[in-house]
Structures are given as structure tokens and as C-alpha cells.
């Protein structure tokens, strides 16, 4: 059995993010502690990339650069549930960067800071024993006083040893070369949200994202919804994305997304959850910031563990949940409920009748500007 101070489960956003905290707040803690992937980096991830720029302010703060190829949007579409278009400027409102790169890029970065990064090692099983926590692998077996479930939305660290919260979303894309299609917003750095489906009873929307792959421009075309959605339901909406975009019918990938829903469950004793295994934005999706800010506060509720050996992580919900993150969930949840609920319409039309009230509430969700909108 292999001894290490903190076992970190996943290698995407949030647990490298976690990895690139603890190397800013304890290097000697970071160097005895291991990062476990099941995959091997650079590896694909079902998502369009889109990463806002709270996520790039975090990055910095960690002194980490976007040097990855990535399409930049200024502009906004919005279809609202009746048909009416509204069209939202801004100014680097969005970078979309494949994950392939985004994710080897942070993984790399934590390994060559001093995390060791094993890839190819399975988490298999984990439980609590004594006084910490037992994780078998698909090569080994750890014993570790902290264990950091950041495997994604179907967690077996959050399954095994914090409980069931959240709710899960579901969301389907596909990629089309743009020049198979007629869609101008790659040209125009401009991405398009489409809740018309929202009338017929979807809670969620359509969207097509520029994004650059292997150096060539395509749209990267999605749908995502909260439950009830079915698979069926997902795939028309789809299909109707495309052909909004001129484009044919193209292979579909899905993966779901676990999102933050009422009072979530995010540690128990000796463990603690970061990113899409403790939930994010159920209103869009999004959860590549949330990824990194969960870990960083990860990062300093677990060197605070090791200085106090408190292994109970109460300060660590207390930090989210009476922090920005807590409070930006929270109000996403309650803007998911009142978007996507019965009287849907009404508040889309409120939120399309005021310029202002879109501009400080885009700059809210983009975590350029603190001031919260009046939901
Ligand atoms: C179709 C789609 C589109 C999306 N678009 C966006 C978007 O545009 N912008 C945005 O911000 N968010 C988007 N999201 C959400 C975003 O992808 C997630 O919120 C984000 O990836 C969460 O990061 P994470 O590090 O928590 O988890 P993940 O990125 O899922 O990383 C988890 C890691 O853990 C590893 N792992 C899992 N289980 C084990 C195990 N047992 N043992 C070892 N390793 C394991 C996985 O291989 C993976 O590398 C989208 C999601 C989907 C499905």
C-alpha cells in the first residue's frame, strides 16, 4: 500500500486546478501528492470549450497562459422562446479551446510544477480505513488522509463516500467543418444561444460555437438540457441546430453533467469534491471555472487539513457555499427554476426588454464585473 498526503482522483479542470493550488499554497505538501487519470493526456472531453473569462482570471492567478490554439467570440445570438433575436456585443466575451489541449495543457503544467501525474491508472474502488481513506486502482492501492473527487460527473468518490445532491443535465454536440455549413458566426466571432425550444417544454437550449480544430475552422453544434429530457428529445433539437446552420446531419457525441441543484453535498470526512463530481452551472452548463475555482479553494481547505489535522472539510463547504461560488450557484439554480419553469416566457422577456440589465448580467456570468443581477 502506497502512502501519499493527498490523492487527487481525475486530471481535468478541477483536478488540476486543485494540484496547481496546492503547488501555489504547500510545494512540499504538492511534491508527497499523486494525481490519478484513467486516461492519458492529450485526451478528448465531450464539451464545446467554451471558456469565459473568469476561467482565464483564475488561470492567471495561478500563472498559467492560454498559449492553445482557441476562437475568440466579441458577439452574442440569442433566440428567445417566441423567435425574437436579440444580438448582445461585447468584448472577449468567450475563448473556445478544445479540451484536448486546455486539459493536457493544466495536467502538464501541475506534473512539470511538482504533482505527480499517473495516467492510465483506473480508480476502481474507494472507502473509507482508519483514519483515511483506501483507493484501489487498476495498478495499485493508495492510503491517503485527503482524497479529492475530481472525476467528473459520475464520481465514484462522491459515490462512495459523500452521498448523492445535484442533478443531471445531459447535453449532446457535434463538430462541423464551417465550410460545410452557412453559419457566419465563426466569421463573426460571434456565438449563438437558441432557447426557442424552451416553448415546447426543453429546459435548456441549443447553441453553435466557433472553435478551431487540427488548424481548421468549424461550429461546434450542442444542445443541452436539464430532466426530463430524453435522448430523443436531444437529438431533434440537434438536428434542428444543424439544419439552422446549414450544415447535414453529423456524428453525435453525449456526456452528462452534473449540476448544482438545491444543497449540495460537497465533502465528508477526509474528502472533499471539486468541479462537475460537486456541481456546477445547472442554467448553461458551464463548468470550466467552477472546475478551477473549486479547486483552488480545495487547495487551501486541504493544506488548512494537514496543518490542523481537522479532516472533517467543514470549512471547505463553508468557503463555497459562503463565497462567490456558493452564491453564483445559487443564483443559477434559481435562475434555472424561473427560465426554464412555467412561466418561462415571462421571464425571458424581461430579461430581453432592458440593454443595461443584459450587459451587467452577461458581465456577472463572465465574472468580469461583481455586481449581481436582480434575478
Ligand atoms: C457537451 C458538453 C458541452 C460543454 N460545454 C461547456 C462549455 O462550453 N464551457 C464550460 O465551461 N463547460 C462546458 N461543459 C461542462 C464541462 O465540460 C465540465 O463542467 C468540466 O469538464 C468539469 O471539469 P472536471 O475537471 O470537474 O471534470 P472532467 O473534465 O470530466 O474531468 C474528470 C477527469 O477525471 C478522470 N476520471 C474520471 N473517473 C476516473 C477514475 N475512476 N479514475 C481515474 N480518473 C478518472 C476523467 O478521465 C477526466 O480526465 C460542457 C459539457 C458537455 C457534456
Redesign the pocket.
Known amino acids: 500500500m502506497e502512502r501519499r498526503d493527498v490523492v487527487i482522483?481525475?486530471?481535468?479542470?478541477?483536478?488540476?486546478?486543485t494540484a496547481l493550488g496546492l503547488v501555489a499554497r504547500a510545494p512540499a505538501l504538492a511534491a508527497r501528492s499523486v494525481m490519478?487519470?484513467?486516461?492519458r493526456?492529450p485526451?478528448d472531453?465531450?464539451?464545446?470549450?467554451?471558456?469565459?473569462p473568469k476561467?482565464v482570471r483564475l488561470l492567471e492567478s495561478l500563472d498559467v497562459s492560454l498559449a492553445v490554439p482557441e476562437a475568440r467570440v466579441d458577439h452574442a445570438g440569442v433566440t428567445l422562446p417566441g423567435g425574437r433575436e436579440l444580438a448582445v456585443d461585447g468584448d472577449d466575451l468567450?475563448r473556445?479551446i478544445r479540451?484536448r489541449e486546455l486539459?493536457a495543457l493544466l495536467?502538464w503544467t501541475a506534473r512539470d510544477r511538482g504533482v505527480e501525474l499517473r495516467e492510465e491508472?483506473?480508480?476502481?474502488h474507494v472507502a473509507r480505513d482508519g483514519d483515511g481513506v483506501r483507493v484501489d486502482?487498476?495498478r495499485r492501492t493508495y492510503w491517503t488522509p485527503v482524497v479529492v473527487g475530481?472525476?467528473?460527473?459520475?464520481?465514484?468518490?462522491r459515490r462512495a463516500l459523500v452521498g448523492p445532491s445535484g442533478v443531471t443535465?445531459?447535453?449532446?454536440?457535434c463538430d462541423v467543418p464551417v465550410a460545410r455549413t452557412s453559419w457566419t458566426g465563426h466569421a463573426g466571432r460571434r456565438y449563438d444561444f437558441d432557447f426557442a425550444p424552451c416553448a415546447t417544454g426543453l429546459r435548456g437550449y441549443r447553441?453553435a460555437?466557433p472553435c478551431v480544430i487540427d488548424g481548421a475552422a468549424h461550429a461546434?453544434v450542442?444542445v443541452?438540457a436539464l430532466p426530463p429530457a430524453d435522448g430523443t428529445r436531444l437529438r431533434t433539437e440537434l438536428a434542428a441546430m444543424l439544419e439552422r446552420v446549414g450544415a447535414a446531419a453529423a456524428a453525435w457525441?453525449?456526456?452528462?453533467?452534473?449540476a448544482h441543484a438545491g444543497r449540495a453535498r460537497l465533502a465528508a470526512s477526509h474528502a472533499l469534491l471539486?468541479?462537475?463530481?460537486?456541481g456546477?452551472?445547472p442554467l448553461?452548463?458551464?463548468?470550466?471555472?467552477?472546475?478551477l475555482e473549486?479547486?483552488l479553494l480545495a487547495a487551501e481547505a486541504i493544506w488548512r487539513a494537514h496543518e490542523t489535522r481537522d479532516w472533517s472539510f467543514h470549512s471547505y463547504v463553508a468557503a463555497v457555499e459562503r463565497g462567490p461560488l456558493g452564491r453564483k450557484l445559487r443564483r443559477l439554480d434559481l435562475g434555472s427554476r424561473l427560465f426554464y419553469g412555467p412561466r418561462g416566457r415571462w421571464w425571458f422577456r424581461l430579461a430581453a426588454a432592458s440593454r443595461r440589465a443584459q450587459r451587467i448580467g452577461l458581465a456577472w456570468y463572465n465574472g468580469v464585473d461583481d455586481r449581481v443581477p436582480s434575478l
Open positions: 482522483v481525475g486530471s481535468g479542470p478541477a483536478g488540476a486546478a490519478l487519470e484513467k486516461a493526456h485526451r472531453k465531450t464539451c464545446a470549450g467554451g471558456v469565459i476561467a468567450c473556445v479540451r486539459d495536467a491508472e483506473h480508480v476502481t486502482t487498476s475530481a472525476d467528473g460527473s459520475g464520481s465514484i468518490v443535465a445531459r447535453a449532446v454536440m447553441w460555437f461546434n450542442g443541452y457525441k453525449a456526456f452528462p453533467i452534473h471539486v468541479g462537475d463530481a460537486a456546477v452551472d448553461m452548463g458551464e463548468g470550466i471555472s467552477f472546475a473549486y479547486g
